[in-house]
């Protein structure tokens, strides 16, 4: 079994290999999907992320990455993470999708798949919300999502990006809260098998 990780709009960054070598415990690979294909951003803040990953990437492109990075895993049973607008784009790329070899994915904080409510995926899906969104009501997404079967929500006491370390709105606690609750959910679903 494989956890692949759909990283947000920093990409890959020493956090996110860190987060990696966590989970290398309780899987034996774990592959990183960032958008900018592995190279190592120095981004000073989230606005400059954000305008670099609209202008080299964006979440059709990316969403078409993560098709590719799933299709290529196709003989292999996989559980998904993805956080922010890789979440957004593994929603995206889960929709109409019926694979049994993927067995779950847990996206934080996918702002984006509020435009893409008719997308119907058909793997267990574990959306796990911030407290509050600037943009839009979550508890109003929420109950419009779980009227997908394979979907279900969570809404933390925490913001936007909780779970990383270059993001204004990390929380330290909540970091180790949902890395303990991955650890879990992720043994759980090999004990399955």
């Known amino acids: 079994m494989k956890i692949l990780l759909a990283t947000d709009i ?3 960054t020493n956090a996110i290999e860190t987060f990696k ?3 290398e ?3 034996e ?3 990183i999907l960032d958008p900018y294909d592995a190279t190592c951003m120095d981004f000073h803040d989230e606005t400059e992320a954000y305008a670099t990953f609209t202008q080299t990437c964006g979440l059709e ?3 078409k990455m993560c098709q590719k990075t799933l299709d290529a895993f196709c003989d292999e049973e996989v559980i998904i993470i993805g956080f922010s607008m890789g979440a957004s784009a593994i929603w995206k790329a889960l929709d109409g999708r019926k694979d049994a070899k993927i067995k779950g994915f847990f996206g934080f904080y996918a702002s984006q798949i509020r435009y893409f409510l008719d997308a119907n995926p058909h793997v267990p899906c574990t959306l796990i ?3 509050s969104e600037k943009h839009f009501d979550v508890d109003a997404l929420i109950k419009e999502l779980v009227k997908h079967e394979t979907v279900t929500c969570l809404k933390t006491a925490y913001l936007h990006g909780f779970m990383n370390p ?3 709105h990390y929380d330290a606690k909540g970091y180790v809260e949902y890395c303990q609750f991955l650890e879990e ?3 759980a679903m090999r004990l399955e098998n």
Do not use: D, Q
């Open 61 to 63: 492109n990316y969403a």
């Open 185 to 187: 959910a992720i043994r």
């Open 29 to 31: 690979e774990v592959h």
């Open 129 to 131: 919300f911030p407290n």
């Open 21 to 23: 070598h966590r989970f």
């Open 25 to 27: 415990s309780v899987c």
């Open 10 to 12: 920093f990409g890959y």
């Open 166 to 168: 270059l993001s204004l």
